[in-house]
């Protein structure tokens, strides 16, 4: 396969929808009007930015109120609340709205560079033009391509179909399908975007491994793969005997965090907890319209090299992350780096890896309650300044407050995380089986993982911590059947149970995301591109 031409330039990325306009298209970034002028409009004053700063200030009355956990939070006493629930639906709503033009949600960031021109008027009404397209076309995915890379070759070819298909508005798995799945069974669609185009990876041995629903997980996520990469091209490829930083399929680490994203908010959010759930959606909704960066520019590569190649014999191939990412920087994509621009898979890759990262900070702070952290507040608070706080402006980070204000308690999301498990050591308890079941016997993960990877073991020792625990108090108790779930004692070893099921859970997910992480960080480090702009 051809490199990719020198003189090439990478396009502006083709919009959701077409949409009528009277204002000229740039195709290259080249093209974009310059960002020097003489009378700037300050950075930190968008249209974007004045329209969130409005409205949460249009609802401040309403939600004021709704602040506290004891609005937000189920009233688990029963008695009647005294004061409007409005706060989280207000919040929710505000948010919602404002989506298109909210970076943190994979929105338009109107922040860079390419919407400003040689006049403060101008600007104003470029910033205009592209917030009305970014609401009209908010909810679009289209499959056609508005705007094709330019080649320096006659273009000889048929172009395969590529639909917009991990990014779509309708997972590519059904959510009944995901909501039954455990964290340990979500890491194995990681394990395989990072395995499966490895030289020598066995697929039948890797199935075999897995339990009925995650072999249709994984067999749904390869299909769409496929189906977006389209018919003329096959899976990535890595020699066993190189594995250079970014050596994932784009496209696979794309659907292993659309199934994650989904997976967050069927069992990351128990029921009642409308503010956190807040917050919860909001990294969804950045998850997923950050893939659809990613997968449009994984369309335009494919297309590119497809015209590019020297003859009908070539082999055609899904780009890895790092060959994405070295593409746009050939191309020039990215005049100002580590400034990266708005619609491109850089930017995709950046903030879904930050959600990624974000997430695996929460899953280590939950199992330092209370021993580090007093309250779950206080870990997720730690797990957002950890991955987020230098890159979010205040209004940003007032919303986050909101919804960190309503966190459940760790233990209450560990027993959300697993129904299946929680419903076992419920009958097991209530039928006096008081010996701490394993639950390696439902998950697709062994504990050799804790022997292979330190951080296995240091999560592993925590759960056998929590298990002498559970002996020590079930052992005086070992004879007598417990009989009501709403027994102080009987809930406790449920919760203990449960919190061991998920430091198990969480361990093995170490060891498979962790590596992905410093991967992931080598590559953006490696490419310049870890932009450190705040949104």
Partial sequence: MK??????????????????????????????????????????????????????????????????????????????????????????????????????????????????????WETVQSLYTQTVDAFASANAYAS??????????FVRRVKADRPMVLSATEPFVKTKLIAELTLADVTEAFRYATESNKEGFDEAKFLRKLDHNMKQIITSMKN??????????????????QTPVGSMDAL???????????????????????GFAVGMSLGHKDVVQNVVKIEQRVHDWLDFQSDEMEDDNSVLRSPTIAQILEHEQNMNAHP???????????????????????????????????????????????AYIEVYDRYHGWAVQKIFNYSFQSAPEAVEVFRHMNPRKLDEVKVDLRNGKLSRSSPTKESNFTAANADENPVAAFFGNIGNDI????????????????????????????????ENDASQHIAHYMTVVEPILNDLAGVFDKYNMDDPTKV
Avoid at 224 to 241: I, K, M, P
Avoid at 258 to 270: C, D, G, K, S, T
Avoid at 361 to 376: D, E, I, M, R
């Fill in 252 to 274: 696979k680490f794309s659907a292993a965090m659309r199934i994650f994203a989904e997976w967050r908010l069927l069992r990351q959010v128990p029921e009642g907890y409308k």
């Fill in 144 to 153: 056609s391509k508005t705007f094709k890379e330019p080649s320096t070759k």
């Fill in 467 to 498: 298990g002498n625990w559970w002996n020590e108090v079930t052992n005086k108790k070992k004879s007598t059947p417990i009989v009501g779930s709403d027994d102080d004692q009987f809930e406790q070893l449920v919760s203990a149970a449960m």
């Fill in 224 to 241: 769409a793969v496929e189906q977006s990469r389209g018919s003329d091209a096959q899976d990535s490829f890595v020699l066993a005997t």
């Fill in 336 to 382: 100002n780096l580590p400034r990266l621009m708005d619609k491109t898979a850089a930017m995709g890759l950046l903030w879904v890896r930050r959600q990624l990262m974000y997430q695996t900070s929460l899953f280590a702070n939950a199992l330092k309650v209370p021993t580090t952290y007093s309250t779950s507040k206080d870990a997720i608070v730690a």
């Fill in 3 to 120: 490199s990719c031409c020198e003189t090439a330039t990478l396009p502006t990325v083709r919009s959701a929808s077409s949409l009528p306009s009277d204002r000229p298209v740039w195709n290259t970034y080249e093209d974009s009007p310059s960002s020097s002028y003489s009378l700037k409009i300050p950075s930190t004053w968008t249209v974007g930015k004045v329209s969130l700063v409005c409205l949460l200030l249009a609802v401040t009355g309403m939600v004021h109120d709704a602040m506290s956990t004891n609005v937000v939070r189920p009233n688990v006493s029963g008695a009647p609340r005294s004061k409007s629930s409005l706060g989280s639906a207000a919040i929710s709503s505000v948010t919602e709205a404002l989506s298109p033009i909210l970076p943190f949600t994979g929105g338009v960031d109107l922040r860079r560079e390419e919407y400003r021109t040689s006049s403060p």
